[in-house]
């Protein structure tokens, strides 16, 4: 999936489940009222360049055992935060913006490591990263 508008859904924008794979890239994600991504049930799919914004509740949301490889997106201006990993989600993130998010820039679950590298956080309202426990 490249290069598309997809906004104003009443729930995500993008939803990947199920041991979903494939490539989200290039697009502009938007004014949905879920996440602009989600990602759970062992999918991993490439989220790479995208502009992830406007969203009512986080950017991108992986949970429940997703995975992928979150790669250049910028992700700003989200209702929560840019993006929350929660209940065992594992992506690999790399060189993304986050940032202007109206609560965190990176929520992440503080059981699991974050894998994240290069990686520019600033300018969310509460903080810019945050882990959670259980």
């Known amino acids: 999936m490249t290069d598309n508008d997809i906004y104003d859904n009443l729930e995500c924008g993008v939803f990947a489940h199920d041991g979903a794979h494939g ?3 290039g697009n502009r994600i938007y004014g949905n009222a879920y996440a602009g991504v989600e990602i759970k049930d062992m999918s991993a799919p490439v989220v790479k360049g995208n502009r992830i914004y406007h969203g009512q ?3 991108i949301y992986v949970h429940s055992n997703g995975r992928g490889k979150l790669v250049d997106n ?3 201006e989200n209702g929560l ?3 929350m990993i929660l209940s065992r989600g594992h992506p690999y993130m790399a060189r993304n913006k986050v940032h202007d ?4 820039g990176v929520v992440a679950h503080a ?3 974050l894998d994240a590298v ?3 956080i600033w300018g969310n309202k509460i903080r810019n990263v945050q882990t959670v426990k259980s």
């Open 101 to 104: 998010n109206e609560e965190c």
């Open 57 to 59: 509740t986080s950017g």
């Open 118 to 120: 290069s990686n520019r």
């Open 74 to 76: 910028d992700v700003f």
């Open 111 to 113: 059981a699991y490591a």
């Open 23 to 25: 490539r989200i890239e």
């Open 81 to 83: 935060h840019g993006i």
